[in-house]
């Protein structure tokens, strides 16, 4: 059965600062891998995904995530966070599940709190 | 375009009830699938509809169970609600082509059951 570990319930960064959220999945075949962002209250905002090809995919909001096949990870980065950027984040692996459908497994999430 | 809308967007029941949510998914999209996520906690598979079939099912009991009509809305259905059913409860869609591995989010509904 497949994954997802996140490893950091909670990180805190200062504004302007680089940030990296950590997520390693298990999947016994090509992973399709996904990061979401949710504010309080809020549902799921898809960022970014990965299907096949360049490891290094290009988010919204300036986000980016590589993919390491070595590693089995998928690691979430962004280069000077904003105050905005607090939320929750949420890695996720679609399994094929048959019939052409695919149902998504998810971590615990990544609370990310940002210091003005 | 409209995204992913859910109704209502918040509820309170007592333990025994029944309760439905209901979803209506991005223009263009015709799978639903459902996932209720507790506090703290990411979001978990309960069921997904395609064609107004059940396609694939998570570890959830026969509780719960839905629907999917022919404009592809949906609803979530629990029965006998326990306590443990707090939680929110989030519709996501999806399209069989092309990129049916992405889902989409709608606000989600918030249960609590007390």
């Known amino acids: 059965a497949q994954s997802v570990t996140q490893p950091d319930i909670h990180i805190t960064v200062s504004e302007g600062a680089s940030l990296e959220l950590r997520c390693n999945y298990s999947y016994g075949a090509t992973p399709y891998l996904f990061w979401y962002v949710q504010s309080p209250g809020q549902g799921l905002q898809l960022l970014l995904k990965y299907f096949s090809g360049d490891t290094l995919v290009q988010g919204i909001k300036g986000f980016e995530a590589e993919f390491k096949r070595s590693q089995s990870s998928f690691n979430l980065r962004k280069p000077s966070v904003h105050w905005s950027d607090a939320a929750e984040y949420f890695c996720a692996v679609a399994a094929y599940s048959g019939a052409g459908s695919y149902q998504l497994t998810f971590g615990k999430g990544t609370k990310l709190s940002v210091i003005p | 375009d409209a995204g992913v809308t859910q109704s209502p967007t918040h509820l309170i029941k007592t333990r025994g009830q029944q309760v439905t949510l209901r979803c209506s998914p991005k223009s263009g999209h015709d799978t639903v699938s459902w996932y209720q996520q507790a506090l703290g906690q990411g979001p978990q598979f309960i069921f997904q509809?395609?064609?107004?079939?059940?396609?694939q099912r998570g570890n959830f009991p026969d509780r719960f169970s839905g629907h999917q009509y022919p404009n592809y809305s949906s609803e979530l259905n629990v029965n006998a609600l326990l306590l443990g059913d707090s939680a929110l409860y989030l519709c996501?869609?999806?399209?069989?082509?092309?990129?049916?591995?992405?889902?989409?989010f709608g606000p989600g509904t918030r249960l609590l059951v007390l």
């Open positions: 996501a869609s999806s399209a069989l082509r092309p990129d049916k591995e992405t889902q989409y």
């Open positions: 509809y395609y064609e107004e079939e059940e396609r």
